[in-house]
């Protein structure tokens, strides 16, 4: 999806600059047109206030570790990771939430570039979280108010980059963090980050996988556990939310999750199937406007592929990127990639 192309500056208190491509009546707007579709794609969860509080309560639950463990991974292999990023890069950082792992990835960068110039005191750096949601920009820039560093928010949409990139210093160490990379169709992500990397920029993102393929009793484990985390109770709330905002009683739908196989260029991979099923004639109400539904009808949600690590370092070779480094958990269910793109 893609805003109005429109940049809206504003002031953010002390954490710096914020600019909008997007606003909150552009996302209502979206909202009505994809469920008189029967569709919702997964950014509308994660907007408003609402949809921020949730993300952060949901990210904080025991049943969804995905976003924490990712964390810990990063938090293990910080000092490996960074000795590979060159002082003076600008932090992006897109989908970037409540900002956590971005804070630490800033320390250790602030660290190095002080390091190679300790008479200055300073650091040349700046930092841009980017997100749908206005109010978890602000989250993430709060959490580096206290860092000396440079910093702007954005709210807008990935697929906006060539927008976006107008405002980046460069070069950049480009982000998409917390799982984010899987939300997408892998080649068209990996396309867009390809041609919107300058020479000089790296790209660093993280994945959570299934440790193997097949159908080993291995295999159907992981396969479970994907299942048993998001169809969680918490997970399946977080994605019901839009249609309980807006007026719908929870006995009116049914939160469904599925996991199948999908073809690609590096063979079958994974990927979840999430809808919501109508229960009964209902409907609701997005500002002037109403959606009614009937009982039988579904409405499409968004997915996550979920990769093997091999499948993941085939798929950034045929997309035209080498690989720095990569930090793989000991089960395997976790990776952190830093590549560039192949001149």
């Known amino acids: 999806m893609s805003g109005t192309g429109t940049v809206k500056p504003e002031q953010t208190q002390d954490n710096g600059e914020k600019i909008k491509t997007t606003s909150e009546e552009d996302i209502e707007k979206k909202l009505y047109e994809s469920l008189k579709k029967h569709e919702l794609p997964d950014y509308l969860l994660y907007t408003g206030t609402g949809g921020a509080k949730n993300w952060l309560k949901l990210d904080e639950s025991e049943t969804f570790p995905v976003a924490r463990q990712l964390k810990v991974l990063l938090e293990k292999n910080i000092a490996s990771i960074v000795r590979f990023i060159p002082t003076g890069m600008s932090l992006?950082?897109?989908?970037?939430?409540?900002?956590?792992?971005?804070?630490?990835?800033?320390?250790?960068?602030?660290?190095?570039?002080?390091?190679?110039?300790?008479?200055?005191?300073?650091?040349?750096?700046?930092?841009?979280?980017?997100?749908?949601?206005?109010?978890?920009?602000?989250?993430?820039?709060?959490?580096?108010?206290?860092?000396?560093?440079e910093r702007m928010g954005v709210v807008g949409f990935i697929e906006e980059m060539p927008l976006l990139k107008k405002h980046w210093r460069l070069p950049v160490l480009f982000c998409i963090l917390g799982n984010t990379f899987c939300n997408y169709e892998p080649e068209f992500i990996l396309q867009l980050v390809y041609e919107n990397l300058e020479q000089g920029d790296l790209f660093?993102?993280?994945?959570?996988?299934?440790?193997?393929?097949?159908?080993?009793?291995?295999?159907?484990?992981?396969?479970?556990?994907?299942l048993g985390t998001y169809a969680s109770r918490e997970n399946a709330l977080f994605n019901m939310y839009p249609l309980l905002q807006y007026g719908m009683d929870p006995d009116d739908f049914d939160f469904e999750l599925l996991l199948g196989h999908v073809d690609s260029r590096i063979g079958?991979?994974?990927?979840?199937?999430?809808?919501?099923?109508?229960?009964?004639?209902?409907?609701?109400?997005?500002?002037?406007?109403?959606?009614?539904?009937?009982?039988?009808?579904?409405?499409?949600?968004?997915?996550?592929?979920k990769y093997t690590y091999n499948q993941i370092i085939d798929l950034l070779d045929i997309c035209g990127f080498d690989v720095l480094n990569s930090f793989l958990s000991e089960d395997r269910t976790n990776a952190m990639i830093l590549a560039k793109k192949r001149i």
């Open 92 to 149: 992006v950082s897109v989908g970037v939430g409540s900002g956590d792992k971005e804070r630490v990835l800033l320390e250790e960068l602030i660290k190095k570039n002080l390091a190679e110039k300790p008479a200055s005191g300073k650091v040349s750096m700046r930092y841009y979280p980017i997100d749908i949601s206005s109010q978890l920009v602000d989250v993430a820039l709060e959490k580096v108010r206290d860092l000396p560093l």
């Open 204 to 226: 660093f993102f993280d994945a959570n996988l299934l440790p193997t393929q097949g159908s080993g009793e291995e295999a159907q484990s992981a396969r479970k556990s994907v």
């Open 268 to 305: 079958a991979v994974y990927r979840t199937r999430k809808s919501l099923n109508i229960l009964k004639d209902s409907k609701i109400k997005i500002g002037p406007e109403t959606i009614n539904f009937r009982e039988g009808d579904i409405i499409r949600m968004g997915f996550t592929y």
